[in-house]
């Protein structure tokens, strides 16, 4: 089950709009969630698509109720990297430009199908629309992800993440150089106000924080600076909101103000890491690391003072 409460940015919007963003599903899928009484508005069951909401009204969507022929279907031609793996957890090493779950637009060819293709156990444990997954990396963004390969491991996992139990570490590239080495930035994400489709630092969004420390500085071709940035909390793009919020944008990040032409890595510069975390059932203490994929390696390299 899904729960959101309407933003500012999504005030006006129509039910069935706003059901497909909130579950990554397309507007035919709403629909029909809809039409099948899964969808509740403050409460009470709404099956008008059409309505138009209101900020602060609360929407909860269970996408569940889809047709099964909508899930997620095994696709042993994704191609992806394990780490580590055994009878409760899988850690990915995520390429960049896979995306983690089907949605709108990206119905197949994703992680989980992938996933489904190697361990078709999966099916059944979390979300039936992102089974195993319970934390995600953005399709531009490469690095370490765990996946549980149970329910018990799926309920310990997410409670892990909620209570700042897993350590998550970050290289990213930003435009400029910083006042201070290190920092935190702690300020709420939400829904752009201008833009639906992006985030941004907003009065009435979640509270986030992001850790970062300054590990070099470069002044050619173009000044920038190499951050380790530790999450504290895990919102939507929220590496990439909050440096672009404080004036120093991920190099490459297209969304976020990041593209220039001194510098233009294929995608946004950042990658996960570290993954730190108890193991879910033996509650061992792993710790996976990941080198930088080469792409962007080819673009530290450009880099000198």
Known sequence: ???????????????????????????????????????????????????????????????????????????????FTVVHEDDDLIIVDKPAGLVVHPGAGNPRGTLVNGLLARYPEIADVGEAHRPGIVHRLDVGTSGLLAVARTQRAYHVLVDALATRDVGRVYRALVWG???????????????????????????????????????????TPAEVSVLECRLESGRTHQIRVHLSAIGHPVVGDATYGGVRTHLSPPRPFLHAAELELHHPVS?????????????????EAQLGN
């Open 283 to 299: 509650r061992a203490v792993l710790h996976f690391e990941s080198p930088l994929p080469a792409d962007l390696a080819d673009v």
């Open 1 to 79: 089950m899904i729960r959101e409460e309407i933003p500012a940015a999504l005030a006006g919007e129509r039910l069935d709009r706003v059901v497909a963003l909130i579950a990554e599903c397309s507007r035919s899928d709403a629909a029909t969630l809809i039409a099948l009484g899964g969808v509740t508005l403050e409460g009470a069951v709404e099956t008008t698509g059409k309505l138009r909401l209101r900020a602060g009204q609360v929407v909860t969507v269970d996408p569940a109720l889809l047709p099964e022929q909508t899930g997620p279907q095994p696709d042993p031609a994704v191609e």
């Open 177 to 219: 150089h910083l006042a201070n080495p290190n920092g935190v930035v702690d300020a709420p994400i939400g829904r752009d106000h201008r833009d639906p489709m992006r985030m941004a630092v907003v009065v009435d969004g979640k509270p986030s924080r992001t850790r970062y420390r300054v590990l070099h500085e470069y002044r």
